[in-house]
Structures are given as C-alpha cells and as structure tokens.
T-cell receptor
C-alpha cells in the first residue's frame, strides 16, 4: 500500500487566495483525520470523519476553513480566504475502526505558506 | 477534555546511551490508549510505541520501552542504545478507547543524539 497520500507537499500562496489541500487515505480505512502543526500550538486536530461523515469539527478555527469527504478515498481541506496565520503543516491521517488499537497512519503533510 | 504535557522541550543523549522522555496526561477515562510518535526532519509522523491503559505490562519495541504509571498518569519513553537516527521530535499522544478517536498531542520533545 502507498500509505496516506497528500497533495500538494508544499503550497505558497498570497493572502486572500483560496487554498485546497487533498488527501487520499489508505484503502480500507474508514476514519480520516486532519491535523495542523504550528510552532505555537503544536499538533491539533481540525476535523475528523468516520465513514465519510464529519464527527468532530470543533477544531476548525473559523468559517474560512471547510472540509469534505465525498467518498471513502478522498478528502479536501479548503481555506478561503487564506491568511498568513494559516501558515502551518497540515497532516492527514487515516485509521480502520475495526481494529482496537487506534493506530492512525499519517501522510507526509502539506507545508502551507501564506504570504 | 484530555490534555497531554511534555515538560522537556529538548533533551540530548550520547550515542549508545539511554535517555528517558517524560509525558503526563490528564483524563477521567479508565480505558484509553497512549502513544509515542517520532517526527524526524522529514516531518513524517512515525508511530514508535503504543500502550493500552488496561494492560499493566509496559510495552516494548526493540530499543524502545515505556514506563506506564496509570495512577500517576505518567507515560515515559525510554530509548536504549541511542543511535544517530533516533534524533527527532518525539510526541506523546492520547486517544480515548474506541474505533475512531482523535489523538491529543503533547507539545513534543526535541531529542539530539551526540556522536
């Protein structure tokens, strides 16, 4: 298996622009998580889905952020409009709820820079 | 809400020696999981070791072992025979028991291995 795939790996954009981050979970996994990593706040959960349904979006910072999971093999995280404080590394992770060990497999992350 | 605290922002160890990274957590749950993740400069999140709270025996994975003290809510990671490749950020994480539960991370400890 290729693991969790994220694209792009790096994104540089200007303030006010729309940014879309993409994630393909591991085949067969039914939970998907979006995390954000910054120096100030560390790693924090933004939202997670189970069977394509959003379960907890309490970590989404504000209305500028939205996430979708239209099917089991694809998810997007969109920021519109982007701001410099959104600069961070965004990780996608997936897991299979049929296993009791809760292991989440992480993608390589997308480093977002908003100028 | 659960919290995870890593009180050592940075640690260093000589190659071949042993180092222990500290982690404490707070939860009102009785069943949960604890994890240590490694993040090298490549920023890939790699699971090092996991511990189920209901298991009294401390988890071990080759040179990595944990000291799990449930009553004290302490979960330290011991790295034996440290290698240069162990240099990385180490994150302690907590998850409630269940099929799809988010990870709550500590702020991390940067480990330097000196040759």
């Amino acid at each position: 298996d290729a693991g969790v795939i994220q694209s792009p790996r790096h994104e540089v954009t200007e303030m006010g622009q729309e940014v879309t981050l993409r994630c393909k979970p591991i085949s067969g996994h039914n939970s998907l998580f979006w995390y954000r990593q910054t120096m100030m706040r560390g790693l924090e959960l933004l939202i997670y889905f189970n069977n394509n349904v959003p379960i907890d979006d309490s970590g989404m910072p504000e209305d500028r952020f939205s996430a979708k999971m239209p099917n089991a093999s694809f998810s997007t995280l969109k920021i519109q409009p982007s701001e410099p404080r959104d600069s961070a590394v965004y990780f996608c992770a997936s897991s299979y709820t049929g296993l009791a060990d809760n292991e989440q497999f992480f993608g390589p992350g997308t480093r977002l820079t908003v100028l | 809400a659960q919290t995870v605290t890593q009180s050592q922002p940075e640690m260093s160890v000589q190659e071949a020696e042993t180092v222990t990274l500290s982690c404490t957590y707070d939860t009102s749950e009785s069943d949960y999981y604890l994890f240590w993740y490694k993040q090298p400069p490549s920023r890939q999140m790699i699971l090092v070791i996991r511990q189920e709270a209901y298991k009294q025996q401390n988890a071990t994975e080759n040179r990595f072992s944990v000291n799990f003290q449930k009553a004290a809510k302490s979960f330290s990671l011991k790295i034996s025979d440290s290698q240069l490749g162990d240099a990385a950020m180490y994150f302690c994480a907590y998850a409630n028991q269940g099929g799809s539960e988010k990870l709550v991370f500590g702020k991390g400890t940067k480990l330097t291995v000196n040759p």
